[in-house]
């Protein structure tokens, strides 16, 4: 097929470093997490992007998920890392690719597009082209004392189980993840994603606590009060989770922040819940499951939209 030289199409190999100076420019990523992105997890036959005069000015990469609506399994493409160089910017460049995409997913009978705008400007950008916020996440933020009251109240098993078990390979995340988020309807990665998730969570500096059932995805930080914050970006356990909640507790923070799916049934502290993803249902049989779907979850995330 010959490459289209001016208008939205898939990606050649030539357009990869271009992608790469791109998503740089845009997101300030290092290069190497892009390259590695590029070669573990995209694919050119999921790579979009606009060409002006042959050169890509405009991506997007797709990956390939499954989502979860009650019982049912749906196909679908999680669009990430959208950028435009800001010297073409608003020329309606995004929004052929969307289409492009679109018409990607109609062809290949994906039932799904599913992506997570950083700010409100981008929710709204994208609604115009369909899209609505149907995934959701908790934010329940506690002290020392609320998280060590929350963990005393649990029941515990008796034996101790080692922070990192032998045998544990990032891998068995995805076992983990299916069974703890069973409940609600929830973006499923593949296992060849989640250990990239995992590994560039680490290679950030991000700090892990992995159990045989259970696992937890958290970052460090201080914030401008002088106060240490532990946030959790992903706690998933195949059954109860208060013994990831009390290794938690062992390590000293002023606050704890747990990022969490809005089906979770765990309270305390003060919580909010807020927009965490949008959903667009191309097939006959999405838009019909759509009316179905509440505080979805995705959880850990590919790259920024911008």
């Not at 296992?191 to 500096?205: I, K, N, P």
């Not at 290794?247 to 606050?255: M, P, R, T, V």
């Amino acid at each position: 097929m010959a490459t289209i030289l001016t208008g939205p199409g898939l990606a050649s190999g030539a357009d990869f470093e271009t992608l790469t100076e791109l998503w740089t420019l845009s997101f300030g990523a290092p290069a190497p997490i892009i390259r590695n992105i590029q070669t573990l997890v995209a694919d050119p036959d999921r790579t979009v992007v606009y060409r002006e005069d042959g050169k890509a000015v405009a991506g997007a990469y797709l990956l390939e998920t499954t989502l979860h609506i009650g019982d049912d399994t749906y196909s679908a493409y999680y669009l990430f890392a959208a950028a435009t160089h800001p010297d073409f910017r608003r020329k309606g460049y995004m929004g052929q690719i969307i289409r492009y995409c679109r018409t990607l997913c109609e062809e290949r009978d994906i039932d799904f597009l599913v992506l997570v705008p950083t700010d409100n400007d981008l929710y709204k950008y994208f609604s115009r082209f369909g899209f609505r916020a149907n995934f959701y996440l908790k934010t329940t933020q506690l002290d020392r004392e609320q998280l060590l009251a929350m963990v005393e109240k649990m029941e515990l098993p008796e034996e101790e189980t080692s922070d990192e078990p032998a045998g544990f390979v990032p891998t068995e995340m995805h076992a983990i993840r299916l069974a703890s988020l069973k409940d609600g309807s929830h973006v499923e990665f593949d296992r060849q994603t989640l250990q990239y998730l995992f590994f560039e969570h680490v290679y950030r500096g991000g700090k892990t606590i992995l159990l045989e059932d259970g696992y937890v995805l958290y970052d460090l930080t201080t914030d401008d009060t002088g106060d240490t914050v532990l946030k959790v970006r992903e706690l998933c356990a195949a059954e109860e989770p208060g013994r990831l909640l009390q290794k938690l507790s062992d390590i000293e923070a002023d606050q704890y922040v747990l990022n969490l799916p809005a089906f979770d049934s765990l309270r305390g502290g003060r919580t909010s819940t807020g927009r965490a993803g949008m959903d667009l249902a191309v097939s006959k049989r999405a838009v019909k499951a759509e009316r179905t779907m509440k505080n979805a979850y995705i959880g850990l995330t590919m790259g920024d939209i911008s």
